[in-house]
């Protein structure tokens, strides 16, 4: 690796899920705001729906989601009467505007609800909402709550993808993260739903974890890939213990460093692609012909706060504490607290406290962000002809990095700008050169590789 690269493993930046990234999200955007755009929705308007279940039965000390540990269902219950408030109020404003495309269950863990709640949820959604015959349902899945009436459970809800976290199959690693999680226990799930019909399987892995190794690393993916999975996903653990406390559980000394992250993660890609899956932007695999690669080898790839994805709808509402939604008029989120959800959405309320709405300048940013995350390129002519003036402003910051810059982040070749292969490990800092709010955040971030 060249030094100026290796010199950027340590960087900070933000993941790119959403532009503008959701700290800079403000109080201005509300659940007023919010209604108006749920009624401002057309008729032929394609929706994706998020649901948040914001509960596990087991901490895992990695992760950085929105979730809260019970011994107990009676929260969870109570929670699911919230939700189904929401789904009524929000089904309510938007009927008769849009149809759903997708919709995605995660969490916390969504699996851990009880078979016959899990039903009942899909039920109400389908009766609520305007489905189109062929949507997608995807759902995170734990397999230490899984059994067969739960499966069952997913079946009858039409799941469509299936998608687990594997992090790493090494006992040390587990115990580490409290994440304890056999190989055998795994493919009992992926069995259980393949046997159910289910067409498409992704696993998630990490690297960068406590006492993993290249050698730990190598060994879980050789074994997730006997399962031979639709899609894979390799993150980078993110260890952000100002912003989630319980990964103070996790001592810093055991962490890899960044040379040792970067190593782990490149191994990790070459054991995947030599298998025949083919890389999908910074850190996703699937088989060539998943429709998550057909939208990569055409264009047609996007990214959101699940990650990489063929979703096309613009329309993304968020439903549960903490999520967030997608409008052409910008991002809205609902509030954190579990507690004040249920009192807001108990009197039909909008539960939206915060968000932001985009300027043109954000669109065209946005957009170049998008492709690059996606494609590690954008069109010189494609972004004038999108965005007018605003695109030819920064036409002259792409052509000045592009030309200037030592370190050769970007390229032209033809019309295009380029990441050069070398650099594309690092395209999230890439991306913050065209993020304005970036050098005056005082947010923090996980490192950039």
Same mark, same amino acid.
């Given at each position: 690796?060249?030094?100026?690269?290796?010199?950027?493993?340590?960087?900070?930046?933000?993941?790119?899920?959403?532009?503008?990234?959701?700290?800079?999200?403000?109080?201005?955007?509300?659940?007023?705001?919010?209604?108006?755009?749920?009624?401002?929705?057309?008729?032929?308007?394609?929706?994706?729906?998020?649901?948040?279940?914001?509960?596990?039965?087991?901490?895992?000390?990695?992760?950085?989601?929105?979730?809260?540990?019970?011994?107990?269902?009676?929260?969870?219950?109570?929670?699911?009467?919230?939700?189904?408030?929401?789904?009524?109020?929000?089904?309510?404003?938007?009927?008769?505007?849009?149809?759903?495309?997708?919709?995605?269950?995660?969490?916390?863990?969504?699996?851990?609800?009880?078979?016959?709640?899990?039903?009942?949820?899909?039920?109400?959604?389908?009766?609520?909402?305007?489905?189109?015959?062929?949507?997608?349902?995807?759902?995170?899945?734990?397999?230490?709550?899984?059994?067969?009436?739960?499966?069952?459970?997913?079946?009858?809800?039409?799941?469509?993808?299936?998608?687990?976290?594997?992090?790493?199959?090494?006992? =040390?690693? @587990?115990?580490?993260?409290?994440?304890?999680?056999?190989?055998? @226990?795994?493919?009992?799930?992926?069995?259980?739903?393949?046997?159910?019909?289910?067409?498409?399987?992704?696993?998630?892995?990490?690297?960068?974890?406590?006492?993993?190794?290249?050698?730990?690393?190598?060994?879980?993916?050789?074994?997730?890939?006997?399962?031979?999975?639709?899609?894979?996903?390799?993150?980078?653990?993110?260890?952000?213990?100002?912003?989630?406390?319980?990964?103070?559980?996790?001592?810093?000394?055991?962490?890899?460093?960044?040379?040792?992250?970067?190593?782990?993660?490149?191994?990790?890609?070459?054991?995947?692609?030599?298998?025949?899956?083919?890389?999908?932007?910074?850190?996703?695999? !699937? =088989?060539?012909?998943?429709?998550?690669?057909?939208?990569?080898?055409?264009?047609?790839?996007?990214?959101?706060?699940?990650?990489?994805?063929?979703?096309?709808?613009?329309?993304?509402?968020?439903?549960?504490?903490?999520?967030?939604?997608?409008?052409?008029?910008?991002?809205?989120?609902?509030?954190?607290?579990?507690?004040?959800?249920?009192?807001?959405?108990?009197?039909?309320?909008?539960?939206?406290?915060?968000?932001?709405?985009?300027?043109?300048?954000?669109?065209?940013?946005?957009?170049?962000?998008?492709?690059?995350?996606?494609?590690?390129?954008?069109?010189?002519?494609?972004?004038?002809?999108?965005?007018?003036?605003?695109?030819?402003?920064?036409?002259?910051?792409?052509?000045?990095?592009?030309?200037?810059?030592?370190?050769?982040?970007?390229?032209?070749?033809?019309?295009?700008?380029?990441?050069?292969? !070398?650099?594309?490990?690092?395209?999230?800092?890439?991306?913050? =050169?065209?993020? =304005?709010?970036?050098?005056?955040?005082?947010?923090?971030?996980?490192?950039?590789?």
């Amino acid at each position: 690796m060249r030094p100026e690269l290796a010199a950027r493993l340590g960087e900070n930046v933000p993941r790119y899920t959403s532009y503008p990234t959701a700290p800079h999200f403000h109080p201005g955007v509300d659940a007023a705001v919010y209604h108006g755009w749920l009624q401002a929705l057309g008729s032929g308007d394609e929706i994706s729906l998020y649901l948040h279940i914001p509960y596990c039965d087991k901490l895992c000390w990695f992760c950085a989601c929105h979730t809260k540990q019970t011994r107990h269902y009676e929260p969870v219950a109570a929670y699911l009467r919230s939700l189904h408030g929401e789904i009524t109020t929000v089904a309510g404003l938007v009927s008769g505007k849009g149809r759903v495309r997708a919709v995605h269950f995660g969490g916390g863990s969504p699996t851990m609800l009880k078979p016959e709640d899990l039903v009942a949820l899909g039920v109400l959604l389908r009766d609520s909402f305007d489905f189109l015959p062929d949507a997608k349902i995807s759902i995170e899945i734990e397999p230490n709550d899984m059994d067969e009436a739960c499966l069952d459970a997913l079946a009858e809800i039409g799941m469509t993808r299936a998608s687990l976290g594997v992090q790493d199959f090494d006992s =040390k690693v @587990q115990k580490a993260i409290n994440r304890e999680q056999s190989f055998l @226990q795994t493919k009992a799930v992926v069995d259980g739903v393949r046997s159910r019909g289910v067409e498409s399987v992704n696993l998630d892995m990490l690297y960068g974890l406590p006492h993993q190794t290249r050698g730990s690393v190598c060994s879980t993916v050789a074994q997730a890939l006997t399962l031979e999975p639709d899609r894979m996903a390799l993150f980078g653990y993110a260890h952000v213990p100002w912003f989630k406390k319980h990964q103070t559980m996790i001592e810093e000394a055991w962490l890899p460093g960044p040379t040792e992250r970067f190593a782990q993660s490149k191994l990790a890609a070459r054991a995947i692609v030599d298998k025949g899956y083919e890389a999908i932007g910074l850190d996703h695999f !699937a =088989k060539p012909g998943d429709a998550l690669a057909v939208a990569a080898r055409t264009g047609a790839l996007h990214r959101n706060f699940q990650g990489y994805t063929e979703d096309r709808c613009e329309t993304l509402i968020g439903l549960g504490p903490s999520s967030i939604g997608r409008f052409r008029q910008g991002y809205v989120q609902n509030m954190a607290s579990t507690a004040e959800y249920g009192r807001v959405v108990a009197d039909g309320g909008l539960a939206a406290v915060r968000g932001i709405a985009l300027s043109d300048d954000d669109r065209v940013r946005g957009w170049i962000i998008e492709r690059l995350m996606c494609d590690f390129a954008f069109s010189a002519i494609d972004l004038v002809e999108r965005f007018g003036e605003a695109g030819q402003r920064l036409l002259l910051q792409s052509s000045s990095m592009a030309l200037h810059d030592p370190v050769r982040l970007l390229e032209l070749d033809g019309d295009k700008f380029v990441v050069p292969a !070398a650099s594309r490990p690092f395209v999230r800092s890439i991306a913050a =050169k065209f993020d =304005k709010y970036f050098e005056s955040s005082t947010a923090r971030h996980s490192v950039a590789v």
